[in-house]
């Protein structure tokens, strides 16, 4: 026996346990009797506990049983008497979603004809794809308006099973898509829609719905929707971020997103003007380099251990290097991860990849080096931290010949 529908505000129950099943891991409990709704309908199953046994979900199977899914393993055995406690806050606050969704397609219909095409009860917000591509501001705030009116009226919502014939034709939302039995769901005088779901009795223990945001989906327009405690307890955190936010930023609420951009824009100045500092400080230091390095058949020759240069320094270079006409330059820098960085630069210099060639086959095992790139620069990393010296000597030593050869 179900009793989930006779019984939507039944939070215990005694039962019998008629079996036990174990599939994919899971223990599932059968019962004589339950209040705990498997998930269908776009509501979740139900949660709460058999005796002091967790149930984590309620689900319906092929052949119309239902499993109540538990925590670990089973101990129960078939013709035990047990107790059925539901997690009431859960079933509850689906039951004000599901309601509130209801409402929601129902009042868009009736004030715009738009239908709704698909709904999702989230665990944090109704979404309901409707059949439009646009809702203006003025429809948003008309919804949300209208719909909260309807709980402020305290109207029935109420559930019947009708026989396909007794349907009353022409006042459903949306046509019947079962067959034989159809359960009716009213909210009186705004909308009657066949659905499977639990509902809350009464509109105003829905509390208070609005409007999030939308998005936009093959031609569609999802929008979501919060209501009943979810949207009470929404605001109250809001409401903390926003006082937050305004302290922070020692700004009243109004002023809080122009804070923000205004923020946003002294970072971008600030990176900005480090990066040209940056830039400052790597060209003196570049230009040193080439001061104090010689010239080999028309080519400066620059080798160095940059040792722990900051990396927005060293992020600079390449773009010094590559201004040059005509250099030969190679170094490395220590990096964080203790590995070794490389960079080589030969601009102006004929025969360039097959100097690279030598250097990759000579001198880059010295440091368990990797990396490539394509002329006239090439970099990457090396294992070997050790080899450093060795390695620049060996570039050196391969660029001196290459360029008097
Ligand atoms: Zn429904």
Redesign the pocket.
């Known amino acids: 026996m179900f009793l989930y529908y006779r019984e939507p505000y039944a939070t215990t129950l005694k039962a019998t346990v008629v079996a036990t099943k174990r599939e994919k891991g899971v223990n599932s409990i059968q019962l004589d009797r339950t209040i705990f709704y498997p998930e269908g309908?776009?509501q979740p199953g139900d949660r709460g506990f058999i005796d002091q046994v967790k149930v984590n979900d309620t689900q319906l199977n092929a052949n119309g049983e239902i499993l109540h899914q538990i925590e670990g393993e089973s101990n129960f055995v078939a013709g035990q008497e047990v107790t059925l406690t539901l997690d009431w806050d859960h079933r509850y606050d689906f039951m004000q979603q599901?309601s509130a969704?209801?409402l929601l397609s129902g009042t868009l219909y009736t004030l715009f004809k738009i239908g709704t095409v698909s709904v999702h009860l989230g665990q944090a917000e109704i979404s309901i794809e409707l059949d439009t591509d646009e809702l203006s501001e003025e429809q948003i705030v008309a919804t949300e308006e209208a719909v909260n009116k309807v709980i402020r009226q305290n109207v029935p919502i109420s559930a019947q099973t009708v026989k396909q014939e007794e349907i009353p034709p022409l006042n459903l939302r949306r046509s019947v898509k079962v067959e034989g039995d159809v359960r009716l769901?009213t909210i009186e005088g705004h909308d009657l829609?066949a659905?499977?779901?639990l509902h809350v009795k009464e509109s105003s223990e829905l509390g208070y719905i609005y409007y999030l945001r939308s998005e936009r989906i093959r031609g569609h327009l999802r929008t979501f929707w919060i209501a009943g405690k979810r949207a009470i307890d929404a605001i109250r955190r809001n409401n903390a971020i926003v006082d937050r936010a305004g302290t922070l930023l020692s700004a009243p609420p109004q002023e809080i997103v122009e804070g923000i951009a205004n923020l946003q824009k002294e970072v971008t100045q600030k990176q900005y003007e480090g990066q040209q500092h940056a830039l400052k400080v790597a060209t003196l230091l570049f230009d040193k380099l080439l001061e104090e390095g010689e010239t080999l058949n028309g080519v400066p020759l620059v080798i160095f251990d940059a040792g722990a240069w900051e990396e927005p320094y060293l992020k600079q270079l390449p773009e010094l290097f590559l201004k040059r006409t005509a250099l030969a330059l190679a170094y490395v820098a220590e990096r964080p991860d203790g590995k070794v960085g490389w960079l080589l630069c030969l601009k102006g210099v004929e025969g360039e990849a097959k100097l690279f060639t030598n250097i990759r086959e000579e001198a880059l095992p010295l440091i368990e080096g990797k990396g490539g790139g394509r002329p006239p620069m090439w970099q990457g990393i090396g294992d070997k931290r050790e080899g450093k010296e060795e390695f620049l000597e060996k570039v050196e030593t391969l660029i001196r010949e290459h360029l008097s050869g």
Request: net charge neutral; aromatic share 0%; with cysteine.
């Open positions: 309908g776009g599901h969704q209801h769901i829609i659905c499977g779901g």
